[in-house]
């Protein structure tokens, strides 16, 4: 059973950076979409960014232009980028496989965006 590990998160002002990583317990070739989930307090939990195993991303209206979506399939990582934060984007943040049957899902790690 494949695991996640995320990290990374923070508090940060808005405007600033954060990158977070997650971890996967077993090679990522055989996963073939990977993707960044959040859930913000009150919210389901949405799908911000993918990535296939080559590397072709899709991104959130929210987030498009502001997130970056990477993996190292060597390192069975994959990182999200995260620029010019907003307050709308305090959550926490998953990452996963994206399709119709998903892994368990791992801790997160809190990214809170605060003046």
């Known amino acids: 059973q494949v695991q996640f590990v995320e990290s990374g998160g923070g508090l940060v002002q808005p405007g600033g950076s954060l990158r977070l990583s997650c971890a996967v317990s077993?090679?990522?070739?055989?996963?073939?979409?990977m993707g960044w989930y959040r859930q913000a307090p009150g919210k389901q939990r949405e799908l911000v960014a993918h990535?296939?195993?080559?590397?072709?991303?899709v991104y959130a209206d929210s987030v498009k232009g502001r997130f970056t979506i990477s993996r190292d399939n060597a390192k069975n990582t994959v990182y999200l980028q995260m620029n010019r934060l907003k307050i709308e984007d305090t959550a926490v943040y998953y990452c996963?496989?994206?399709?119709?049957?998903?892994?368990?899902w791992g801790q997160g790690t809190q990214v809170t965006v605060s003046s």
């Open positions: 996963n496989k994206v399709g119709a049957t998903l892994a368990p």
């Open positions: 077993k090679s990522i070739f055989s996963i073939y979409v």
């Open positions: 990535i296939t195993i080559g590397g072709s991303t």
